[in-house]
């Protein structure tokens, strides 16, 4: 049965022909009422705003869509992180993202160049007006990066993520947890298994539905098991 069909609306209004495709919908996540939408090729060409620095990039964006009473999805707020967008190889906002709760998670497909490639992981919460505000960002080292974060769907004061070292080939599960005001990465580890410093696990950068985290226990595919 045909319901609904969703657009992010400065997509629909604006020129993002521009832009080529926002890529809406690259990555999808429901709870409860609540639907995420990622468009990591979004730029402000799509939105028809003043974008700094006069460039024509792909900043990415985060659409949130909230079901009404009457059974339709509205949206109600986009996460746009304009910092990311100068440059050909930074940005595209919203390659993973994971939302439990109020809390969401985004990450990018990187946030830094100069002395190391690296990406790192943005948390937002939703506010009591019903907006996001960034609340935790990671201050990763070069040549690390983050991906296929989930954050715990039973106890949303913890998250999962991929993270891999560029510099040593290897890549791990970190989990977060949050402090009494801070988030803190608690532990880093690998299925017993599989050798870290096999490119397997959890598939790729790119790669979809990989991990999953629930309540104490964490599912992780990578290119030939599932653990």
Same mark, same amino acid.
């Given at each position: 049965m045909f319901v609904q069909s969703l657009f992010g609306s400065d997509i629909i209004e604006g020129n993002s022909i521009q832009c080529a495709s926002p890529l809406f919908g690259d990555r999808v996540s429901l709870t409860n009422n609540t639907l995420t939408i990622s468009a990591p090729w979004w730029c402000p060409d799509c939105g028809n705003i003043e974008e700094p620095g006069g460039f024509d990039e792909n900043y990415g964006c985060v659409y949130i869509f909230e079901l009404q009473g009457d059974g339709t999805w509205l949206e109600t707020h986009q996460i746009i992180n304009l910092e990311l967008g100068y440059n050909t190889q930074l940005g595209y906002f919203g390659?993973?993202?994971?939302?439990?709760?109020?809390?969401?998670?985004?990450?990018?497909?990187?946030?830094?160049?100069?002395?190391?490639?690296?990406?790192?992981?943005?948390?937002?919460?939703k506010q009591n007006d019903n907006s996001w505000l960034e609340t935790f960002r990671t201050n990763a080292p070069p040549n690390t990066r983050?991906?296929?974060?989930?954050?715990?769907?039973?106890?949303? +004061?913890?998250?999962?993520?991929?993270?891999?070292?560029?510099?040593?080939?290897?890549?791990?599960?970190?989990?977060?947890?949050?402090?009494?005001?801070?988030?803190?990465?608690?532990?880093?580890?690998?299925?017993? +298994?599989? +050798?870290?410093?096999?490119n397997s696990l959890g598939a790729a950068h790119q790669s979809k539905n990989t991990l999953s985290f629930l309540e104490n226990t964490i599912v992780v595919t990578d290119e030939d098991h599932e653990h």
């Amino acid at each position: 049965m045909f319901v609904q069909s969703l657009f992010g609306s400065d997509i629909i209004e604006g020129n993002s022909i521009q832009c080529a495709s926002p890529l809406f919908g690259d990555r999808v996540s429901l709870t409860n009422n609540t639907l995420t939408i990622s468009a990591p090729w979004w730029c402000p060409d799509c939105g028809n705003i003043e974008e700094p620095g006069g460039f024509d990039e792909n900043y990415g964006c985060v659409y949130i869509f909230e079901l009404q009473g009457d059974g339709t999805w509205l949206e109600t707020h986009q996460i746009i992180n304009l910092e990311l967008g100068y440059n050909t190889q930074l940005g595209y906002f919203g390659l993973s993202l994971s939302k439990s709760g109020d809390r969401l998670s985004v990450i990018p497909k990187m946030t830094q160049q100069v002395g190391g490639n690296k990406n790192d992981l943005f948390l937002y919460e939703k506010q009591n007006d019903n907006s996001w505000l960034e609340t935790f960002r990671t201050n990763a080292p070069p040549n690390t990066r983050y991906s296929n974060v989930r954050i715990n769907e039973v106890n949303t +004061d913890s998250l999962a993520v991929i993270k891999s070292r560029l510099d040593e080939n290897s890549r791990t599960i970190s989990i977060f947890n949050k402090g009494e005001s801070i988030w803190e990465e608690v532990i880093e580890f690998a299925p017993s +298994d599989i +050798d870290p410093s096999s490119n397997s696990l959890g598939a790729a950068h790119q790669s979809k539905n990989t991990l999953s985290f629930l309540e104490n226990t964490i599912v992780v595919t990578d290119e030939d098991h599932e653990h």
